[in-house]
Nanobody, 123 residues
Framework: QVQLVESGGGLVQPGGSLRLSCAVS????????IGWFRQAPGKGREGVSF????????QYADSVKGRFTISRDNAKNTVYLQMNSLKPEDTAVYFC????????????????WGQGTQVTVSS
């Protein structure tokens, strides 16, 4: 049974940091690309960051470049999203997802999704 479970969300002040974790089970992480997506209230889902399975290449949305870092630990079956210099506009539910094939930076490639974790940036 494929599962992705996000954790690490919470309430943080502007300028603060959080580290999100995506723990996976039911498949071998090293063969899958992982993406982090977010959805703010009243808005559509957007891709935040992606990491490929092949060589660990990464991509970031322009809105988070230089502030967020995605990484993976295949031995621990976990992918992380380090979020620094958080802004109120980063407030959203954050989801991780797994893709076995396709283009790792395209949402349509993602087959399996977690339930999400809430991130709120507010003073």
């Amino acid at each position: 049974q494929v599962q992705l479970v996000e954790s690490g969300g919470g309430l943080v002040q502007p300028g603060g940091s959080l580290r999100l974790s995506c723990a996976v089970s039911g498949f071998t992480l090293e063969y899958y690309a992982i993406g982090w997506f977010r959805q703010a209230p009243g808005k559509g889902r957007e891709g935040v960051s992606f990491i490929s399975s092949a060589d660990g290449s990464t991509q970031y949305a322009d809105s988070v470049k230089g502030r967020f870092t995605i990484s993976r630990d295949n031995a621990k079956n976990t992918v992380y999203l380090q979020m620094n210099s958080l802004k109120p506009e980063d407030t959203a539910v954050y989801f991780c997802a797994a893709a076995e094939g396709g283009s790792y930076d395209e949402e349509k490639s993602y087959d399996y999704w977690g339930q999400g974790t809430q991130v709120t940036v507010s003073s």
